[in-house]
Nanobody, 126 residues
Framework: VQLQASGGGLVQPGGSLRLSCAVSGVTFSIYAMGWFRQAPGKGREFVAA????????KYADTVKGRFTISRDNAKNTVYLQMDSLKPEDTAVYYC????????????????????WGQGTLVTVSS
């Protein structure tokens, strides 16, 4: 199983980035997917999650209205569109795959996610 996250980089406050997470080695459509982040010196925190079919999405309060999670089951890829970025969004972003979330469920707990990508660094700074 491989999750390959990409799209991170340096962006100015107020800017945008789109993260991608390509999944291989599993049947992508039976996994709920999530994005988490970890800033220096802090624990891993929930950012966004999406159910198997994309019908349910969840967001952390800190990113609600600015970030959008989506998925393309034909491309085995989950995305995180990040707009109006703030310096406090600076972190390594990780994608995770959750086999246990059935139907319209999408977990906000990192312990529910079975597989993880390697992370991609997002730095928001002027």
């Amino acid at each position: 199983v491989q999750l390959q996250a990409s799209g991170g980089g340096l962006v100015q406050p107020g800017g945008s980035l789109r993260l991608s997470c390509a999944v291989s080695g599993v049947t992508f459509s039976i996994y709920a997917m999530g994005w988490f982040r970890q800033a220096p010196g802090k624990g891993r925190e929930f950012v966004a999650a999406i159910s198997r079919t994309g019908g349910t999405t969840k967001y952390a309060d800190t990113v609600k209205g600015r970030f959008t999670i989506s998925r393309d089951n034909a491309k085995n890829t989950v995305y995180l569109q990040m707009d109006s970025l703030k310096p406090e969004d600076t972190a390594v972003y990780y994608c995770g795959a959750d086999r246990t979330a059935s139907g319209s469920l999408a977990s906000t707990s990192y312990t529910a996610y079975e597989y993880w990508g390697q992370g991609t660094l997002v730095t928001v700074s002027s």
